[in-house]
């Protein structure tokens, strides 16, 4: 039967051999044993005791497991639910809109409005009213102007084109041309 020898255990110390030994090529001196201490750190003591047991490992590994499967569905969600936020947005603008809308067509059925309307837009006045329509843009100019701010002639004006030759000349280009339609005008 064979026999066990003892090992030193975490908490003894091994000690140097009783006799000195000396350095190679030193006279006279002699090595001393030094003792190590044991002082050893919280957070060394805790990890040197962490035992991970097989089921602790295989719970790791199905919570890994459990993230990795369902975090592309979670992506998926959360962009879905964006996506559904941004359309109900949406839904309530409309509604709005249709809500103004119902207040415009509201409007409209008032006699009072439409004839406020018919005044202010195209001018419609009762018989017997006079109505004076006031040419000064209040500038002291005293000469209207367009929207873009070109004066307007009172006097008829007519324009010298030769219909004709611009006739055969549009005939002319249409039938001779490989270009599209709508490209035809951007030619000259």
């Given at each position: 039967?064979?026999?066990?020898?003892?090992?030193?255990?975490?908490?003894?110390?091994?000690?140097?051999?009783?006799?000195?030994?000396?350095?190679?090529?030193?006279?006279?001196?002699?090595r001393a044993p030094v003792?190590?201490?044991?002082?050893?750190?919280?957070?060394?003591?805790?990890?040197?005791?962490?035992?991970?047991?097989?089921?602790?490992?295989?719970?790791?590994?199905?919570?890994?497991?459990?993230?990795?499967?369902?975090?592309?569905?979670?992506?998926?969600?959360?962009?879905?639910?964006?996506?559904?936020?941004?359309?109900?947005?949406?839904?309530?603008?409309?509604?709005?809109?249709?809500?103004?809308?119902?207040?415009?067509?509201?409007?409209?059925?008032?006699?009072?409005?439409?004839?406020?309307?018919?005044?202010?837009?195209?001018?419609?006045?009762?018989?017997?009213?006079?109505?004076?329509?006031?040419?000064?843009?209040?500038?002291?100019?005293?000469?209207?102007?367009?929207?873009?701010g070109a004066p307007i002639?009172?006097?008829?004006?007519?324009?010298?084109?030769?219909?004709?030759?611009?006739?055969?000349?549009?005939?002319?280009?249409?039938?001779?041309?490989?270009?599209?339609?709508?490209?035809?005008?951007?030619?000259?």
């Amino acid at each position: 039967m064979a026999t066990r020898q003892s090992t030193p255990t975490r908490g003894s110390r091994r000690v140097a051999a009783s006799r000195p030994s000396r350095a190679p090529g030193a006279r006279g001196a002699t090595r001393a044993p030094v003792a190590m201490t044991d002082a050893e750190t919280a957070p060394e003591h805790w990890l040197r005791h962490i035992r991970v047991s097989g089921l602790a490992f295989t719970v790791l590994a199905l919570i890994v497991l459990s993230i990795v499967v369902l975090a592309p569905g979670l992506r998926t969600l959360v962009a879905q639910r964006q996506q559904i936020a941004a359309l109900e947005h949406d839904v309530a603008a409309g509604k709005d809109a249709l809500d103004e809308l119902d207040d415009q067509i509201a409007r409209w059925d008032d006699p009072a409005y439409i004839e406020a309307q018919a005044r202010s837009r195209i001018y419609y006045a009762y018989p017997g009213e006079k109505v004076y329509l006031l040419l000064d843009p209040g500038d002291g100019t005293g000469s209207p102007t367009t929207d873009a701010g070109a004066p307007i002639s009172d006097e008829i004006q007519s324009t010298r084109v030769d219909w004709m030759a611009s006739v055969l000349s549009s005939l002319a280009t249409a039938g001779t041309t490989d270009a599209p339609p709508g490209e035809l005008g951007k030619q000259r």
